[in-house]
């Protein structure tokens, strides 16, 4: 091709060719096609999908309150530490809510350990640590050192452990080091019975771009409703007062099981509100319940941690605390009628008809019998030799052949 062609090629210009096809198959494959994309416009963009309305995120704040007591009435033999007498005793919440407050999310302690009466001195390591092990005729307690992964630092001397069989490091510490020992073993949590504790969660939120607040707690709602109701998601849809078992359980867990390593547990505060009716009446929240953690991890599961109650400078109360982390998620949006993306949904709309087009023209040119000749009926080259300005142009007219 000479450059001559290619500049010719290029300064071509096409213009649609509109051909009347007197086929029924064609025409009715066409109807369909177009019927199918303006179900799809009406019904999925703009009905379904609400194509008509103008949406606004949520901004949101939660607070919650917890209640409930609990008393681990068991004996003397079902506990595996030497001083049972520290667990049994009254919990209640400023016990088993650590923190107190926290932003989304609230802990509650199922299951813990106790090291009472700690005080700063020297002390054997625990024996249970392989860093920890020593040979008194083979020192290898570094003093000034800490022990890996251990409580304290060495002094440098091997001795008995508590248990006066391994010989471990002494360390200076928080003495008596902690045992780290569930009190009731591995199937049964010191706490199970805050299953029956409740949480009230105060929702607010706000629809910013239409100025529109709402709550999770209904304004019919008084101080009586709030103190016998307990959420179910059929009895008592409405309701802001969460059994904390009924929560584990729509998330498909077993409290029992989940109270002795802990976990985290997600509630979920879903908003989808049609602002084009009543708030106050249509625009509630729906709660749904899921665990985040794996169950079925091998290393390092459940969710634990330490603190510690102090009496003085020099003395404490360690305590490991095993539990749920309760996280309140919040998510939604609000919609409302605005005409710009209803024409912007009709006009896009409108373009996709065009597809019906491209696909009659796909079969009628390449899948039909009679293709050649609608090839040639669709397709003509207009070829025009240009003159002076005072003489006609001669104007030829050659169908285009399709290529085999």
């Not at 069989?165 to 049964?188: F, H, S, Y």
Request: net charge negative; glycine share 6%; hydrophobic share 35%.
């Amino acid at each position: 091709m000479s450059y001559r062609e290619i500049i010719a090629d290029f300064f071509e210009y096409n213009t649609p060719h509109i051909v009347h096809i007197k086929s029924k198959k064609v025409g009715i494959f066409s109807r369909v096609v177009q019927l199918c994309i303006v179900a799809y416009i009406i019904g999925f963009a703009i009905i379904y999908k609400k194509g008509y309305q103008e949406f606004s995120e949520i901004n949101s704040a939660v607070t919650t309150k917890l209640k409930g007591v609990a008393y681990p009435n068991f004996t003397d033999d079902q506990f595996l530490v030497p001083y049972p007498h520290v667990y049994r005793r009254i919990w209640d919440v400023a016990d088993y809510v650590i923190p107190p407050q926290e932003n989304g999310a609230f802990f509650v302690a199922t299951n813990v350990i106790i090291t009472p009466n700690q005080t700063q001195g020297i002390c054997a390591e625990d024996p249970t640590l392989a860093t920890a092990a020593c040979n008194p005729s083979n020192n290898t307690c570094i003093a000034g050192s800490p022990v890996v992964n251990g409580n304290g630092i060495m002094t440098g001397k091997c001795v008995k452990s508590w248990d006066n069989v391994t010989d471990v490091c002494e360390i200076r510490a928080w003495c008596p080091v902690e045992v780290n020992e569930l009190p009731l073993g591995n199937k049964t949590a010191l706490l199970a019975e805050s299953k029956n504790f409740t949480v009230l969660i105060k929702n607010s939120i706000e629809f910013s771009l239409f100025g529109i607040k709402r709550r999770n707690i209904q304004n019919n709602s008084n101080s009586s409703y709030l103190s016998e109701c307990h959420y179910h998601p059929d009895d008592h849809p409405s309701c802001p007062v969460f059994l904390l078992g009924t929560i584990v359980e729509l998330a498909d867990q077993n409290y029992d099981t989940l109270a002795v390593q802990g976990g985290v547990i997600a509630i979920l505060i879903n908003w989808e509100c049609n602002l084009d009716f009543d708030p106050q009446t249509y625009c509630n929240p729906t709660y749904t319940f899921r665990r985040l953690d794996d169950p079925y991890t091998k290393i390092a599961n459940g969710w634990n941690f330490r603190y510690a109650n102090y009496y003085g400078d020099a003395n404490r109360t360690l305590f490991k605390a095993y539990g749920i982390r309760f996280v309140v998620l919040v998510q939604g949006t609000g919609g409302k009628f605005n005409v710009v993306p209803l024409m912007l949904n009709i006009g896009s709309g409108l373009a996709l008809l065009g597809i019906s087009t491209v696909i009659c023209d796909i079969i009628v040119l390449y899948l039909s019998k009679s293709r050649e000749y609608y090839y040639e009926k669709k397709y003509m080259q207009v070829s025009s030799r240009d003159r002076d300005e005072n003489e006609e142009s001669d104007i030829v007219y050659e169908p285009i052949v399709p290529r085999r």
